[in-house]
């Protein structure tokens, strides 16, 4: 392990698995990329509340997590991916994986304000980070015999916004193609592929992005976040989906019960993307 890794132990309280058996993740072991805030916080705490063992993978060090490890590590440096690999069958295994990390800095303005190295961040973060960690995990999942990886998107990579997250949405659709594409290759081997797309999200990521757009146009937050619904067309339910919402698809999607679940994309955005 480098020297850019750090490892955190925690109590991890593994209470007696209240859900059904085939909702069940008792005694399994999970790594959440990005699990050390926001969305992947709360996806990490659905996971152990069902009964897995679970490894936070994340460059914060949170306050409390219901991990039973935390690696800090920055997941777009190369060398990450096989720092995890190392760590996580130190662990005893893998037959979770969720990718959650993701986001956007690039400046509002559209296309023309993007430059080379905004785009290489976008993609180094959004789609590449997730691809190399996929290639040094998956012999562990492999290895099972069973296993599941959830990759998170974004509905932006079908209904991309070109005001400061074009190159997110891109790499959010590439990694949406990438998902069906190891979906068909890790199936015949007891491997489940799928994509959980949310819309907009209750998280500071969503209030900065508001907050850009508000500044970019003259106006105040409230108004921002107005602009940022309004950009996708409006929300039928009227509000940005909390975290733990979509952090229980996700722990559905890992279970037993979506063992037929393959290749598929969820998407989880209140009503945002229109239905045909």
């Known amino acids: 392990m480098n020297d850019s890794a750090h490892t955190t132990s925690s109590p991890g309280t593994q209470p007696a698995p209240s859900y059904p058996p085939a909702l069940s993740l008792h005694g399994r072991r999970a790594v959440v990329v990005g699990g050390t805030k926001g969305l ?14 679970v490894i936070a993978i994340g460059r914060s060090q949170p306050d409390e997590t219901a991990a039973d490890l935390i690696l800090r590590v920055d997941v777009t440096e ?12 130190d662990q005893g295994g893998l037959d979770i994986l969720v990718q959650v990390t993701g986001g956007s800095a690039t400046p509002a303005g559209g296309h023309a304000t ?12 959004n789609l590449l980070a997730a691809v190399r960690i996929d290639r040094a995990l998956s012999p562990l999942l492999l290895a099972r015999g069973k296993g599941a990886i959830v990759h998170i998107g974004s509905i932006q990579g079908r209904m991309p916004l070109y005001d400061g997250t074009l190159g997110y949405a891109a790499a959010k659709a590439a990694l949406r193609a990438y998902s069906k594409g190891l979906a068909n290759e890790l199936a015949p081997q007891g491997v489940r592929v799928n994509t959980v797309s949310p819309g907009g999200i209750q998280s ?18 409230a108004a921002g976040m107005r602009m940022l619904m309004d950009s996708l067309g409006g ?7 909390p975290a733990a919402e979509i952090a229980e698809v996700v722990g559905f999607v890992v279970s037993d019960a979506a063992a037929s679940i393959i290749g598929d994309e969820i998407t ?3 009503g945002t993307v229109t239905t045909i």
């Not at 992947?40 to 063992?53: E, K, N, Q, Y």
């Not at 190369?78 to 996580?88: G, T």
């Not at 500071?204 to 003259?218: K, M, T, V, W």
């Open 78 to 89: 190369p060398s990450a991916a096989d720092v995890i690999a190392a760590a996580v069958a």
């Open 204 to 221: 500071e990521g969503a209030f900065a992005l508001a907050a850009r757009i508000a500044q970019a146009n003259g106006v105040d937050e």
């Open 268 to 270: 989880v955005d209140g």
């Open 40 to 53: 992947g916080a709360a996806i990490v705490s659905r996971l152990a509340d069902a009964g897995a063992h």
């Open 235 to 241: 929300i039928p339910d009227g509000r940005f989906a």
């Open 114 to 125: 993007m430059t080379d190295a905004h785009w290489d961040a976008e993609l180094g973060l």
